[in-house]
């Protein structure tokens, strides 16, 4: 276990150096110049030559990286180029609020999708399932914008059971978080439901049935862990996707998480910001990953980790 | 038999006057496709007796697990369903009761075993958990009492370790192991009534032996009766007292089992039986002369996989799954590989066409495998083909059945296409299939038609071996037979080798040249097969025979020493190696190992 997660700490920190780089690489080739959002219109050359030269942006891409590089190992993720503050105060002074939206959005996406899932499949063929095999269509087909406008026009405006936007409360997270895992507990239902169509037509449930157990007790005892296996992996995956909605569902609900902050710095080419952000997503990502795997031997007793 | 259960089970005196336990009358099972109403199961009738075992025997497609489903009320809705007919299980009519009530009498009055062992339990709860529930679905005690009770049930199964299988997981446990904590879970509430469905299909020969032991010793103990389903008809003649045969959903004959092993009224139960592979002395068609050159000679072959742990994923074990094989299959003759699950057969296989790394020498029709080109590998796979167990995942379910036979001749370019689908069409016929069928699909044959395109495929190139692994095991008996005559005219006529890789010892007598018996990777015994059944030397050898069960009602088996626990294992920490076993000759190349102490 414990070989296990060393290893993949080394293989996670490796992943993180390829992403680093190719982040860096990117940005590098990028036609948009830092230089002149910070500079302004107006600025001189010589201006622009000289803010260039102190942002080291004169030297070649390997110096740069390095220098990048070499902070990073520090604990150093650079300054702002334009908030002039530490990237890694920046960051942190947002984490929180992503992370409790992507937890929010996670419940949320798992309550929906597994029990509609279980409820598809034990009804399967039948009338309910149909209908919510399309809701669950719909609900992974709509863009995040979409439905978020739609929730806070409902929720928020016309019955204000809501806020319309803000952090603070739980009532503040319940929309943003709904958004986000919309998208996911239409995958998640759809899943769940063909997981579980398998798992009742195992042998292992014939048994179950076969010793007189009750309805209740053979779905939630022995179907439901079994089925729920193949979507424990999904979870890690999800963190991924979540990163590229958060910048829609916090701009929409003004939730001030990195996502924002993320927007804000591509707009001005705020490569520190940008570099920062896309190492702690991809940190999120690489360790949600993990999670995921290390919960699997908690459930499924034939899985060891080594 | 009848005598024997009488002197020992007190209770359950002659089964024709003992009040009948369960009753089938005119049980039809109907199916509902495309809004028509089509039976499977058509006017079955049985009584079973107190203490009885009743033997439904008949071919895949009888009815004969849709009949075991039904009793349990199991059969799946809405597609399947009782259409006419009555289940009594002691003047109760199961076929009216509602689900609520059925669910008491399932587990408790009725119990069943599976087929599969390695699938029927949960694998994400412990044995002694699933043991627990099943005794409180049913009886209002305790948890604790309720884990006391299960004990006791696996205690019984004379499962070793009974304790420590408790907090176990069904993974941890062989398919043998696995089987017994069914049986236990079955006779756990003492039921009137134990259905088992092919109990031993899916076990070794050894295992199958004691579990069927198990069974009879507890049926005589609790006055159980039983309805066994199977296709083994050895099986039939060990078990019953009376026996149904099935074909097509219908009763084709029905009767003492003697009757029906000595006198069988009907054709079908006649042609059944005379299908049956019986297990002889090896006496007969005397085997190939031995001036013929070997196609394929393995020396010291050996395949160890490798298991990794720790930070740097190093290799810590091995799984020693092929130890010093040293043998010589010559043009034209049979030779094959026996053994129980694990024992390495079907990795030699794998290693002779290449499919897996190995250490030693392997020399097939003239080629030295190992490091080879890509151009080398293909002109061996020319010489070698291999016909695998299931037919149906060895065709691709999206080609043609003329595409996939003619592939091999494409892939090595062999003929314009005109010629390629003329030969196709030759190799079809000569397979006993008709030209008319080349642009039919997999789906569209049945299982022994299939295994006959798989051949079709391997006679393509015309090599000089064919890899058999367990090319005929996964089919019913009549099919079965059909197509071992077909392997058998296609040796005689184009001189092929076989290597004839099976678990069944009957099989292999009829079919088979010369014999290698395998134990733990090494070979244990190899010879002719008049050699090998007429005089086994080795004790595993002996063991595997004695085991088989035997298609005759009369037939007394003579005890068979106990497998001192579990098979070991073949898994070995890096450094250390199974010994080897040299092997003896004994004249005229029948080579036998020295036997270990206690084996």
Same mark, same amino acid.
């Given at each position: #276990?414990?070989?296990?997660?060393?290893?993949?700490?080394?293989?996670?920190?490796?992943?993180?150096?390829?992403?680093?780089?190719?982040?860096?690489?990117?940005?590098?080739?990028?036609?948009?110049?830092?230089?002149?959002?910070?500079?302004?219109?107006?600025?001189?050359?010589?201006?622009?030559? &000289?803010?260039?030269?102190?942002?080291?942006?004169?030297?070649?891409?390997?110096?740069?990286?390095?220098?990048?590089?070499?902070?990073?190992?520090?604990?150093?993720?650079?300054?702002?180029?334009?908030?002039?503050?530490?990237?890694?105060?920046?960051? !942190? !002074?947002?984490?929180?609020?992503?992370?409790?939206?992507?937890?929010?959005?996670?419940?949320?996406?798992?309550?929906?999708?597994?029990?509609?899932?279980?409820? !598809?499949?034990?009804?399967?063929?039948?009338?309910?399932?149909?209908?919510? #095999?399309?809701?669950?269509?719909?609900?992974?087909?709509?863009?995040?914008?979409?439905?978020?406008?739609?929730?806070?026009?409902?929720?928020?405006?016309?019955?204000?059971?809501?806020?319309?936007?803000?952090?603070?409360?739980?009532? /503040?997270?319940?929309?943003?978080?709904?958004?986000?895992?919309?998208?996911?507990?239409?995958?998640?239902?759809? #899943?769940?439901?063909?997981?579980?169509?398998?798992?009742?037509?195992?042998?292992?449930?014939?048994?179950?049935?076969?010793?007189?157990?009750?309805?209740?007790?053979?779905?939630?005892? /022995?179907?439901?862990? &079994? !089925?729920?296996?193949?979507?424990?992996?999904?979870?890690?995956?999800?963190?991924?996707?979540?990163?590229?909605?958060?910048?829609?569902?916090?701009?929409?609900?003004?939730?001030?998480?990195?996502?924002?902050?993320?927007?804000?710095?591509?707009?001005?080419?705020?490569?520190?910001?940008?570099?920062?952000?896309?190492?702690?997503?991809?940190?999120?990502?690489?360790?949600? &990953?993990?999670?995921?795997?290390?919960?699997?031997?908690?459930?499924?007793?034939?899985?060891?980790?080594? | 038999?009848?005598?024997?259960?009488?002197?020992?089970?007190?209770?359950?005196?002659? %089964?024709?006057?003992?009040?009948?336990?369960?009753?089938?009358?005119?049980?039809?099972?109907?199916?509902?496709?495309?809004?028509?109403?089509?039976?499977?199961?058509?006017?079955?009738?049985? $009584?079973?007796?107190?203490?009885?075992?009743?033997?439904?025997?008949?071919?895949?497609?009888?009815?004969?697990?849709?009949?075991?489903?039904?009793?349990?009320?199991?059969?799946?809705?809405?597609?399947?369903?009782?259409?006419?007919?009555?289940?009594?299980?002691?003047?109760?009519?199961?076929?009216?009761?509602?689900?609520?009530?059925?669910? $008491?009498?399932?587990?408790?009055?009725?119990?069943?075993?599976?087929?599969?062992?390695?699938?029927?339990?949960?694998?994400?709860?412990?044995?002694?958990?699933?043991?627990?529930?099943?005794?409180?679905?049913?009886?209002?005690?305790?948890?604790?009492?309720?884990?006391?009770?299960?004990?006791?049930?696996?205690?019984?199964?004379?499962?070793?370790? %009974?304790?420590?299988?408790?907090?176990?997981?069904?993974?941890?446990?062989?398919?043998?192991?696995?089987?017994?904590?069914?049986?236990?879970?079955?006779?756990?509430?003492?039921?009137?009534?134990?259905?088992?469905?092919? %109990?031993?299909?899916?076990?070794?020969?050894?295992?199958?032996?004691?579990?069927?032991?198990?069974?009879?010793?507890?049926?005589?103990?609790?006055? $159980?009766?039983?309805?066994?389903?199977?296709?083994?008809?050895?099986?039939?003649?060990?078990?019953?007292?009376?026996?149904?045969?099935?074909?097509?959903?219908?009763?084709?004959?029905?009767?003492?089992?003697?009757?029906?092993?000595?006198? *069988?009224?009907?054709?079908?139960?006649?042609?059944?039986?005379?299908?049956?592979?019986?297990?002889?002395?090896?006496?007969?068609?005397?085997?190939?002369?031995?001036?013929?050159?070997?196609?394929?000679?393995?020396?010291?072959?050996?395949?160890?996989?490798?298991?990794?742990?720790?930070?740097?994923?190093?290799?810590?074990?091995?799984?020693?799954?092929?130890?010093?094989?040293?043998?010589?299959?010559?043009?034209?003759?049979?030779?094959?590989?026996?053994?129980? @699950?694990?024992?390495?057969?079907?990795?030699?296989?794998?290693?002779?066409?290449?499919?897996?790394?190995?250490?030693?020498?392997?020399?097939?029709?003239?080629?030295?495998?190992?490091?080879?080109?890509?151009?080398?590998?293909?002109?061996?796979?020319?010489?070698?083909?291999?016909?695998?167990?299931?037919?149906?995942?060895?065709?691709?379910?999206?080609?043609?059945?003329?595409?996939?036979?003619?592939?091999?001749?494409?892939?090595?370019?062999?003929?314009?296409?005109?010629?390629?689908?003329?030969?196709?069409?030759?190799?079809?016929?000569?397979?006993?299939?008709?030209?008319?069928?080349?642009?039919?699909?997999?789906?569209?044959?049945?299982?022994?038609?299939?295994?006959?395109?798989?051949?079709?495929?391997?006679?393509?190139?015309?090599?000089?071996?064919?890899?058999?692994?367990?090319?005929?095991?996964?089919?019913?008996?009549?099919?079965?037979?059909?197509?071992?005559?077909?392997?058998?005219?296609?040796?005689?006529?184009?001189?092929?080798?076989?290597?004839?890789?099976?678990?069944?010892?009957?099989?292999?007598?009829?079919?088979?040249?010369?014999?290698?018996?395998?134990?733990?990777?090494?070979?244990?015994?190899?010879?002719?097969?008049?050699?090998?059944?007429?005089?086994?030397?080795?004790?595993?050898?002996?063991?595997?025979?004695?085991?088989?069960?035997?298609?005759?009602?009369?037939?007394?088996?003579?005890?068979?020493?106990?497998?001192?626990?579990?098979?070991? @294992?073949?898994?070995?920490?890096?450094?250390?190696?199974?010994?080897?076993? *040299?092997?003896?000759?004994?004249?005229?190349?029948?080579?036998?190992?020295?036997?270990?102490? %206690?084996?």
């Amino acid at each position: #276990m414990l070989a296990y997660l060393t290893r993949r700490l080394i293989q996670s920190a490796l992943i993180l150096l390829g992403v680093s780089f190719i982040t860096f690489f990117l940005l590098y080739v990028l036609p948009a110049d830092p230089v002149r959002q910070i500079a302004g219109r107006s600025a001189t050359a010589e201006t622009v030559a &000289n803010i260039r030269h102190q942002l080291g942006l004169d030297q070649p891409f390997v110096v740069q990286y390095a220098r990048y590089l070499g902070g990073l190992v520090q604990g150093d993720m650079g300054r702002s180029y334009l908030q002039k503050t530490e990237v890694a105060t920046l960051i !942190a !002074a947002r984490l929180p609020a992503t992370l409790l939206l992507m937890l929010g959005a996670i419940v949320a996406e798992l309550v929906i999708g597994l029990s509609l899932g279980v409820i !598809a499949a034990i009804r399967r063929g039948g009338a309910l399932d149909q209908s919510l #095999m399309i809701t669950s269509f719909v609900a992974v087909s709509a863009p995040q914008f979409v439905v978020g406008l739609l929730l806070l026009y409902v929720f928020a405006v016309k019955l204000s059971w809501f806020p319309i936007g803000g952090y603070g409360s739980f009532s /503040h997270l319940v929309l943003p978080a709904l958004t986000l895992g919309i998208m996911g507990s239409g995958w998640y239902s759809r #899943m769940m439901r063909s997981s579980m169509i398998d798992v009742l037509r195992s042998d292992y449930i014939r048994t179950a049935r076969a010793k007189g157990l009750k309805r209740m007790r053979v779905l939630a005892l /022995h179907a439901m862990p &079994n !089925a729920i296996l193949p979507i424990i992996a999904m979870i890690g995956i999800d963190i991924g996707i979540f990163m590229s909605g958060i910048v829609v569902v916090e701009s929409v609900f003004g939730w001030p998480g990195i996502g924002q902050l993320a927007w804000q710095a591509i707009q001005r080419v705020d490569i520190p910001i940008i570099m920062g952000v896309t190492l702690v997503s991809a940190c999120a990502i690489v360790l949600g &990953n993990l999670l995921a795997d290390m919960i699997t031997p908690f459930i499924d007793p034939r899985i060891k980790l080594r | 038999m009848i005598e024997v259960k009488d002197m020992t089970t007190g209770a359950a005196a002659a %089964p024709d006057t003992a009040p009948p336990v369960l009753q089938v009358q005119g049980l039809t099972i109907s199916v509902r496709a495309e809004g028509r109403e089509r039976p499977l199961v058509s006017d079955l009738s049985f $009584t079973l007796a107190r203490g009885e075992t009743i033997a439904i025997a008949g071919e895949s497609g009888s009815g004969k697990s849709l009949t075991s489903l039904a009793i349990m009320g199991l059969l799946p809705p809405p597609a399947l369903r009782v259409s006419e007919g009555r289940i009594l299980l002691n003047d109760q009519d199961l076929t009216s009761l509602s689900e609520s009530r059925m669910r $008491t009498v399932r587990g408790n009055r009725i119990a069943m075993i599976f087929q599969e062992p390695m699938t029927s339990l949960n694998p994400v709860l412990t044995i002694g958990l699933q043991l627990a529930e099943a005794i409180r679905a049913h009886e209002p005690i305790s948890k604790r009492e309720a884990r006391a009770r299960a004990l006791e049930a696996l205690k019984a199964v004379r499962i070793s370790e %009974p304790e420590r299988r408790m907090g176990q997981y069904p993974h941890e446990l062989s398919g043998g192991m696995r089987q017994r904590v069914m049986i236990a879970m079955a006779l756990a509430l003492r039921p009137d009534v134990l259905i088992a469905d092919e %109990p031993t299909t899916a076990l070794d020969v050894t295992v199958q032996r004691e579990v069927l032991d198990l069974l009879r010793d507890l049926q005589r103990e609790m006055g $159980t009766a039983i309805i066994l389903i199977t296709h083994d008809m050895g099986v039939v003649s060990e078990m019953a007292e009376r026996v149904i045969v099935m074909k097509q959903g219908r009763a084709v004959e029905q009767g003492p089992v003697r009757q029906i092993f000595e006198a *069988p009224q009907e054709s079908y139960t006649r042609d059944l039986l005379a299908a049956v592979p019986r297990m002889g002395d090896g006496s007969g068609a005397p085997a190939r002369d031995g001036d013929a050159a070997p196609v394929a000679s393995l020396r010291d072959v050996r395949v160890r996989f490798d298991i990794r742990g720790g930070i740097l994923s190093q290799v810590t074990h091995r799984v020693h799954a092929v130890e010093n094989v040293s043998l010589d299959i010559m043009a034209g003759e049979t030779f094959s590989l026996v053994g129980e @699950s694990g024992c390495g057969k079907s990795t030699i296989a794998k290693a002779l066409v290449g499919l897996v790394p190995h250490q030693g020498r392997i020399e097939v029709a003239g080629h030295v495998l190992g490091g080879m080109k890509s151009s080398d590998m293909k002109s061996l796979r020319r010489d070698v083909q291999i016909v695998f167990q299931d037919p149906m995942a060895a065709l691709d379910p999206r080609m043609r059945v003329g595409e996939l036979v003619g592939e091999p001749l494409l892939i090595h370019a062999i003929g314009t296409p005109e010629e390629r689908r003329e030969r196709v069409a030759g190799l079809f016929e000569r397979v006993g299939l008709s030209r008319d069928q080349l642009d039919r699909y997999p789906h569209e044959f049945s299982g022994g038609q299939r295994q006959r395109i798989c051949i079709a495929r391997a006679l393509a190139l015309q090599p000089k071996l064919i890899v058999a692994d367990e090319s005929v095991s996964a089919l019913d008996v009549s099919v079965q037979a059909r197509v071992l005559d077909l392997l058998a005219a296609l040796k005689r006529e184009f001189g092929i080798a076989y290597l004839f890789i099976s678990h069944d010892m009957a099989v292999v007598e009829n079919i088979s040249d010369r014999v290698a018996v395998m134990y733990m990777g090494q070979i244990v015994e190899m010879g002719t097969r008049a050699q090998i059944f007429g005089n086994p030397r080795h004790p595993y050898t002996k063991r595997l025979m004695a085991a088989v069960p035997v298609p005759d009602p009369t037939h007394r088996r003579p005890p068979v020493p106990r497998l001192a626990g579990e098979v070991p @294992s073949p898994v070995y920490p890096v450094g250390e190696a199974p010994q080897r076993l *040299p092997l003896r000759n004994l004249g005229d190349g029948h080579l036998v190992a020295d036997a270990p102490e %206690p084996m």
